[in-house]
């Protein structure tokens, strides 16, 4: 499975962009799709994740209220809308996907991911 993150770009504090995660190969509603970024300076880390099974969702504690990850069925994708953004949220965001693990908060961890998509940029100007 090959991933392909887009809708990066800039914007000022409060607004919002779109991120989507395409893959080609499996479908991606095989798997459980996972956000992370890389601030700069700063280790990856978890933002979001849908998953397959249930459909149910999860959110870093810094973007719950402001993101929102969905499934746009038509396109095979998975988006990623970010609201109220801050200039805390400027990073690199990539998009993973994998099957389903079991225990708690695997989610979170980008080891537990089989496949990336290559980064897309996202400034946030105050």
């Known amino acids: 499975v090959q991933l392909q993150a887009s809708g990066g770009g800039s914007v000022h504090a409060g607004g919002s962009l779109r991120l989507s995660c395409t893959a080609s190969?499996?479908?991606?509603?095989?798997?459980?799709v996972g956000w992370f970024r890389q601030r700069p300076g700063k280790e990856r880390e978890w933002v979001s994740s849908?998953?397959?099974?249930?459909?149910?969702?999860e959110y870093a504690d810094s973007v719950k209220g402001r993101f929102s990850i969905s499934r746009d069925g038509a396109r095979d994708a998975v988006l990623l809308q970010m609201n109220n953004m801050n200039a805390e949220d400027t990073a690199v965001y990539y998009c993973?996907?994998?099957?389903?693990?079991?225990?708690?908060?695997?989610?979170?961890?980008?080891?537990?991911?089989?496949?990336w998509g290559q980064g897309t940029e996202v400034t946030v100007s105050s």
């Open positions: 993973a996907a994998g099957p389903e693990h079991y225990g708690s908060e695997w989610f979170m961890r980008a080891g537990d991911y089989d496949y």
């Open positions: 190969g499996d479908p991606l509603d095989d798997y459980t």
């Open positions: 849908l998953f397959n099974s249930a459909g149910w969702t």
